[in-house]
């Protein structure tokens, strides 16, 4: 827009109709000079372009020489020529300041874009995970939470003695499982059931261990080590849990009349299921497709 602006005062000084050539030279020139004065003080309003001028003689500044022969003709060309040096100078100034305003501008909607897709990643990342942590890891935190009561009046559990063996590595576990390095946790939990049958945290290893295999795309292995943790062993503290895991793994297996009556022997053994089982029941016999009863 200024290089427009520039350009028509330019010619509007050099392209004069006849009618004009009739004013004195000396007083166009200087009419356009003060239009080239406007202009740069448009360009630079800090005043940074306002003083600079034509270098060239003029016939009012003090020793100055008139052009040769005394030409009218001959100073007004180099008074021309200077103005067009002027102008010159100003539209380069002018297009160097647009690029690099273009750049920064560039720069910084890079910056945005790069910013805004990064956070985008963070949340739905997060998402997920914030969300399923209280649904499903919670219920196998290793905290001393209170055990389950698969039947009326169990005989209770024996408490975890400082530096169990069996705690401590279900606790390793636990962490890789929990990390979703899926088969290392299989190797360690599977390893906890097997070195320590007896322990509590033997019915609490093999659930998980089938939680990973289920977790890492296995709902085959998965479901025969549910079943084994609850035929074998229906009093641990995670048999019920088996059941209702079970119940996941054939779904997903697409035997749902079977995931069904695994889900009925679950309220039938286990009446007494904590409370985390008995929330997830319905919408689980729902996927499912059970009938109501």
């Known amino acids: 827009m200024r290089l427009h602006i520039l350009t028509a ?3 509007a000084g050099i392209a004069v109709p006849a009618s004009a050539q ?11 000079e003060q239009e080239l004065r406007a202009v740069q003080r448009r360009v630079f309003p800090n005043g940074a372009g306002a003083q600079v001028e034509p270098e060239i003689p003029t016939q009012s500044q003090p020793g100055a020489r008139p052009a040769p022969g005394g030409s009218a003709v001959a100073d007004l060309n180099a008074r ?8 010159a100078a100003l539209t380069g100034q002018v297009e160097e300041s647009n690029f690099r305003t273009r750049q920064v501008e ?15 990643r963070i949340e739905s990342a997060a998402a997920p995970l914030a969300a399923a942590v209280p649904a499903t890891r919670e219920a196998e935190r290793p905290a001393r939470a209170e055990p389950a009561s698969p039947q009326p009046a169990p005989p209770p559990a024996p408490a975890a003695a400082p530096g169990d063996p069996a705690e401590e590595a279900y606790n390793a576990g636990f962490r890789l ?13 599977q390893a906890v059931a097997e070195r320590h049958p007896r322990s509590r945290w033997a019915s609490w290893a093999s659930n998980l261990a089938g939680r990973a295999f289920l977790d890492d795309g296995k709902p085959a292995t998965a479901a025969r080590i549910f079943l084994a943790n609850y035929q074998n062993n229906p009093s641990g503290e995670r048999a019920a849990d088996s059941l209702y895991f079970l119940g996941r793994a054939l779904v997903q297996l697409n035997r749902r009349p079977e995931a069904c009556r695994v889900y009925s022997e679950l309220e039938d053994v286990y009446p007494q299921m904590r409370d985390w089982l008995r929330q997830r029941l319905p919408e689980a016999r729902r996927e499912a497709r059970c009938t109501a009863g």
């Open 9 to 11: 005062i330019l010619l």
């Open 106 to 120: 560039e720069a910084l909607n890079r910056f945005r874009d790069d910013a805004t897709a990064r956070l985008a």
């Open 177 to 189: 499982w929990e990390a979703r390095r899926y088969e290392e946790a299989q190797t360690a939990l």
């Open 80 to 87: 021309v020529d200077a103005l067009e040096a002027q102008l």
């Open 22 to 32: 009739r004013e004195p030279v000396e007083r166009r020139i200087e009419r356009l």
